[in-house]
């Protein structure tokens, strides 16, 4: 932990930003002192702070050799601090796989080194520190951290309550760890199942449903001071098409876009939502330009500022997504995002060619300086509402008082257990008892963990299933199980009482299905639990009961085993349709439906 000398000292650089003549300002700063700190700034200053960027490392000046020669390579910089220094970035965004997240007192130490970087700089000031902390399948910062379920198993719970107290722990999780804005909670209305990129990160299909979470879960952020983003404007949630892979196109007209998308994000500009994040498609209802939203100024200054009186901070979504680059070179993207009304832009791929090409457009006179006033009028309010201009720093003691307290991970838990979904249960088979079923086969898909913390799926159930009086042993078929797996697994079943199947994303023609239907042959009674996207169960006409948790982090899977055992009723209810597998236009089991013992 820095010592308070060091933090007065590198804290130097706010307060000299924000002399006004002879005396020093203290407290939150009103725009008047902000434009006058403004005036100061140069204009490579001013295009800095635009931009929110990656960089690799566990350390803003000392990071591994790996993650200095990655940030040669992309950025042209060997840490976070020459970062700063030299493009005076006004954010930096944290990732798992760029190495920022190790473990909370880390985080913490880059936090705090990333802010003194940046005050230590001429006119220095605090940085926006970002991360995707919306919980579920993604997750950033893991264990021990608390991790929540993710937004359509809150969805299931239907508690708006259970949303505020997921976004008022997280926050104040994050906020102790430097965090101090979160691209969360997502505000898409997930109507097509076939989303490959929204799905389960959406609350559910219900625009009121998913406005009145949103609005919760951010005024939970706020109780912890941490930035919330409504996420991706304006609207994401139906599209067969993966923006970060390619450029969908929504075609919603503008009167189901009212009564639909609009819904949740009109809730969060009513909460005083602090940011919004854009999304890359086409909506050719809003802005017939064939411009992803993004870039449009119909949307973002028609629809957005105009029409919904959005005045808050606008972040793109990553600019390296293939959405945003299918019409326009990485030159230009950002200063047509700028030209439409954007504020913030996130992760260039080559911030050296978007951060130039902002400068030649002010030098050239495309983009008035005055726009960019703008913008970083907006973002200094952001971190004035934030009190980094009081007090940017971290405290390591803060770290253990607050993270994955026992408090933290109990709440985590109980609101786990108000969103397991049972769909299927032939013959009252679930809850199992460990005296007719002591012994446990727990098979199915492994994926990746979120937050490079949790998992396996299947030794989790398996361990938590132990843990509740069975003898459970974990086999890993994955997502493809070939026909070799499938007969291993078919094989073990042999000798259990009852089989626990994970299920992930299971298609019509995926040999995950095979799996299922083999292992109910053998007459051992199944139990599948979805693990993802609730769709699973039509797929699955054949499983004797069939349960949704929604995400594969600990603390869903965690509670489909108390439910599994009966420790606890299944209290979740379907927040999107499924549909029928042989007829979509069919719907096998509503908005709501849920079954409980």
């Known amino acids: 932990m820095p010592s308070r000398r060091t933090v007065l000292a590198a804290g130097a650089g706010v307060t000299a930003a924000l002399a006004l003549g002879t005396t020093a300002y203290a407290g939150i700063p009103d725009d008047k002192k902000l434009r006058s700190l403004i005036s100061r700034m140069t204009l490579e200053e001013k295009v800095g702070q635009l931009f929110v960027m990656r960089v690799y490392g566990h350390s803003a000046t000392a990071p591994d050799q790996a993650d200095i020669d990655a940030n040669l390579k992309e950025i042209g910089v060997r840490t976070a601090a020459e970062l700063i220094a030299k493009y005076r970035v006004g954010g930096i965004i944290y990732f798992t796989w760029a190495h920022n997240t190790r473990d909370p007192h880390q985080i913490a130490d880059l936090s705090n080194g990333i802010q003194r970087a940046s005050l230590s700089q001429p006119r220095g000031l605090p940085v926006l520190v970002t991360t995707d902390q919306e919980h579920g399948i993604v997750c950033r910062v893991g264990k021990p951290a608390t991790l929540f379920p993710g937004a359509m198993a809150i969805g299931a719970g239907g508690s708006r309550k259970d949303a505020h107290t997921l976004g008022r722990i997280s926050g104040a999780e994050l906020r102790a760890i430097g965090i101090n804005q979160d691209y969360s909670p997502d505000a898409d209305v997930n109507v097509n199942p076939a989303n490959p990129v929204i799905g389960v990160r959406s609350f559910g299909a219900d625009p009121n449903a998913v406005a009145g979470l949103v609005a919760a879960e951010v005024a939970g952020y706020q ?308 693990i993802r996207n609730p769709y699973d169960v039509a797929q699955l006409p054949s499983a004797p009961a069939h349960l949704a948790s929604y995400s594969w982090t600990d603390v869903e899977l965690r509670a489909a085993a108390r439910v599994i055992a009966g420790k606890v009723a299944p209290r979740g209810k379907l927040p999107v349709p499924v549909q029928r597998a042989d007829d979509p236009a069919q719907v096998l089991y509503p908005i709501g439906y849920g079954l409980s013992y």
């Open 223 to 530: 109780r912890s001071s941490v930035a919330a983003t409504a996420k991706h404007f304006p609207g994401h949630g139906d599209t067969a098409v993966d923006s970060h892979y390619g450029f969908p196109i929504i075609t919603h007209t503008r009167e189901v876009w009212e009564k639909l998308d609009a819904v949740p994000f009109r809730a969060a500009v009513k909460a005083g939502i602090d940011s919004i994040m854009t999304a890359h498609i086409q909506f050719p209802a809003l802005d017939d330009s064939g411009d992803p939203a993004t870039l449009s100024h119909p949307i973002l200054t028609g629809i957005l500022r105009g029409e919904l009186g959005y005045d808050g901070v606008v972040v793109t979504d990553s600019l390296g997504m293939e959405g945003v680059r299918t019409k326009y070179g990485d030159d230009r993207v950002p200063v047509l995002a700028l030209k439409a009304g954007v504020d913030q832009l996130l992760n260039p791929p080559d911030l050296a060619v978007a951060w130039n090409a902002v400068l030649r457009a002010v030098q050239g006179g495309e983009l008035a300086e005055s726009r960019l006033d703008e913008s970083i009028l907006r973002i200094l309010r952001l971190k004035s509402r934030l009190r980094l201009f009081d007090d940017p720093y971290v405290r390591q003691g803060a770290v253990d008082r607050v993270v994955g307290t026992k408090a933290h991970l109990a709440a985590a838990d109980h609101i786990a257990e108000r969103t397991t979904t049972l769909l299927v249960n032939k013959g009252g088979l679930l809850p199992l008892s460990s005296r007719t079923h002591k012994k446990l086969l727990v098979v199915g898909a492994d994926p990746a963990s979120p937050s490079g913390t949790t998992g396996p799926p299947t030794g989790v159930l398996a361990t938590a299933l132990t843990e509740l009086g069975f003898t459970a042993t974990p086999l890993s078929t994955g997502t493809a199980p070939s026909s070799a797996t499938i007969t291993k697994a078919v094989a073990a079943a042999q000798d259990a009482d009852a089989v626990v199947v994970g299920t992930y994303n299971v298609t019509a023609g995926s040999s995950q299905k095979t799996l299922v239907e083999q292992l109910v042959a053998t007459g051992k009674p199944v139990v599948a639990v979805a």
